[in-house]
C-alpha cells in the first residue's frame, strides 16, 4: 500500500533548494485529520493506515537477490521508497522500523559462484557490499534491520510445510512452490491465472 504523496513535500525532503514549500501540505493536514491514508492494491481503493501502534510503522522491505551488481531498477525502487520513509518520520513524526530481507541463496547466486569458480558466500558478501555502497551514495537510509534468507532456512522450509498443509501452497512438476490464489476465493484479484494453469504452465 502506498502512502498518498504530494508533491511539495518530496520536493522538501530530497532537495534544499526546492521551490515549493510544504505550506499547502501541512495546511491540508491541519484542515481535516493528521490520519496517514494510503491506496490499497488490493481493493483498489484509499484507505487509513491502521498501526498496531500509534507512533510506530512497522514496514518489511524486499532487498535484492545479490547475485550482481545494483541496476537502475534497484535505484528507482529504494529511493522512492526512501521518500516515502522519510515523510512518515520527519512529516508525521512516526518510528518507523524497517526491516530489510536480502535473497544470499538462490539459483542464480548458485551459478554465478559456479562461473567464477567462488564460494557462494562470498560471491553474495561482495554484491551485498556494493548494493549497500549504491544506495549510500544515493543517500537512501539503511534499514533498521538486515536479515539473510541463510539466516532462516529452517524456519521458512516449516513455514512452506505450513502453507502446503493448510492447502494457501502447492508444488510444482519442477519443484517450485507456489501460493495457491483460489485458496481464498479471490483469484481474480490476485492473480489472473488459475492454479491448474500454472501448475500445468510452469508460470512464476
Excluded at 518489511?60 to 537477490?65: E, S
Amino acid at each position: 500500500m502506498w502512502p498518498i504523496l504530494c508533491r511539495s513535500c518530496i520536493r522538501k525532503l530530497i532537495g534544499r533548494n526546492a521551490k515549493i514549500s510544504l505550506q499547502s501540505f501541512n495546511k491540508a493536514r491541519s484542515s481535516k485529520t493528521d490520519e496517514i491514508k494510503v491506496y490499497n492494491t488490493l481493493t483498489r481503493g484509499i484507505q487509513p493506515l491502521l498501526l498496531t501502534e500509534e507512533h510506530i510503522v512497522k514496514w518489511y522491505m524486499c532487498g535484492p537477490t545479490v547475485y550482481d551488481e545494483a541496476h537502475i531498477g534497484h535505484a528507482c525502487t529504494y529511493v522512492r521508497f526512501d521518500i516515502i520513509r522519510r515523510i512518515l518520520k520527519n512529516i508525521f513524526k512516526k518510528n518507523v522500523v524497517m526491516v530489510m530481507g536480502i535473497t544470499d541463496i538462490d539459483d542464480k547466486i548458485i551459478n554465478k559462484a559456479s562461473q567464477e569458480g567462488s564460494d557462494i558466500s562470498a560471491v553474495t558478501r561482495r554484491y551485498e557490499d556494493t548494493f549497500w555502497h549504491d544506495m549510500t551514495s544515493l543517500s537512501v537510509e539503511r534499514p533498521t534491520v538486515v536479515t539473510r534468507v541463510t539466516e532462516y532456512i529452517p524456519q521458512i522450509q516449516l513455514f512452506i510445510g505450513q502453507l502446503i498443509d493448510k492447502g494457501s501452497a502447492y508444488k510444482s512438476p519442477s519443484g517450485s512452490v507456489y501460493f495457491d490464489v483460489e485458496h481464498h476465493g479471490s483469484d481474480d484479484k490476485l492473480c489472473s491465472h488459475t492454479s491448474q494453469e500454472i501448475y500445468e504452465s510452469g508460470i512464476n
